[in-house]
């Protein structure tokens, strides 16, 4: 059976700071609403107005030698490209990257629909290794899939929320 939603992003709120993440920035998103407020509650959210720029901040913590994460819808992903290409991903900077998947089903908005499409293959084609949330596989499974990549092997991630994870709806 799957978690109530709210308890879904209480849950990985949870095991993203077990897992040593941390500290947590974030630019406004409705998908990932949820997820804000579990964080937020649980350990503090950093809010950042653009995501290129939280990126930015993220580094200097994965330098400090923590365990960074940016929450970001995948609009600013798209606006994030050449902090990720030019300094976190030749620098093997250690970050988590929550991205949310606007432009996919069920969020029919036109002004979305190429990222949606361009997301997964962009991050891919940048070197980041992707996931997709997924309740059904288990939260406890993907944060150790991060915190392998992440905090073990020290490369940057990104976990892929569909706009349905935490309840959104159109």
């Given at each position: 059976m799957q978690a109530p939603v709210v308890g879904l992003a209480d849950e990985?709120?949870?095991?993203?700071?077990?897992?040593?993440?941390?500290?947590?920035?974030?630019?406004?998103?409705?998908?990932?609403?949820?997820?804000?407020?579990?964080?937020?509650?649980?350990?503090?959210?950093?809010?950042v107005?653009?995501?290129d720029n939280a990126v930015g901040l993220a580094a200097g913590a994965a330098l400090a030698g923590r365990a960074p994460v940016v929450?970001?819808?995948?609009?600013?992903?798209?606006?994030?490209?050449?902090?990720?290409?030019?300094?976190?991903?030749?620098?093997?900077?250690?970050?988590l990257l929550i991205v949310s998947l606007r432009g996919v089903d069920p969020d029919p908005t036109q002004?979305?629909?190429?990222?949606?499409?361009?997301?997964?293959?962009l991050l891919g084609s940048l070197g980041i290794e992707t996931a997709t949330l997924d309740?059904?596989?288990?939260?406890?499974?993907?944060?150790?899939w991060a915190h392998k990549v992440v905090v073990q092997q020290c490369r940057p991630?990104?976990?892929?929320v569909p706009p349905k994870a935490f309840g959104w709806r159109p």
């Open positions: 990985l709120s949870e095991r993203l700071v077990h897992s040593g993440f941390g500290p947590f920035y974030g630019t406004p998103c409705g998908i990932l609403a949820p997820l804000f407020t579990a964080i937020d509650h649980r350990t503090g959210l950093r809010p107005v653009r995501e929450l970001m819808q995948n609009s600013g992903l798209g606006q994030s490209v050449n902090a990720l290409a030019s300094l976190v991903v030749p620098y093997k900077l250690a970050m002004e979305n629909l190429v990222m949606g499409r361009v997301t997964e293959p309740a059904v596989t288990g939260l406890a499974e993907q944060a150790a991630a990104a976990l892929l």
